[in-house]
């Protein structure tokens, strides 16, 4: 919820562009820490987006920030990243109500995080281009999501670092390059 009163502000402000770049747990077992991954679109378990608009409106980024990224990855040397949809849920460790985790693994979903829906949503409604590119801080297809707890967890290491500084610096050119 927080985050939609940052992209409000930010639409108001006359921002046109918004790319959301951060990190997440990967759902698919093959990404590696510190790899990075692009969204297409985001399942939208966020808590705040069904409040602006039918469960039925979809969240998905803009083809051309994903093509931008996509080009900015490269100009880094990344032949491809994993690209599909994200999960967009509004918690990070669980609770005593059951995680759907499980079930979006099933779908194909490449990774869990907290913000994308609520911003691609908001975009859509707002006439912004927005898209989202993620660096992978652990991988919950290798374990199981009740293991994730605040003893456990640590994206305080090297190869998430080193993953985030590229991310951002991909997010950064795409910008230049959709200016």
Known sequence: PAS????SELFQGGVDTVIRAGTCGALVETIDDGQ???ATGAIREDGTSPNLVPLAYPAIADRHVIQALEDSAAARGYDALPTGVVLTQSYLY???LPSTTDLWMQTGAVCVEMELA???VMAGLNGVRAGGIFTSDGNLARRRVSEVAPNTYDPHREVVTQGVQSMLEIALNALTRLH
């Open 36 to 38: 990075l991954i692009l």
């Open 4 to 7: 939609s009163v940052c992209f």
């Open 118 to 120: 609520t911003l691609l």
């Open 94 to 96: 669980p609770g005593v």
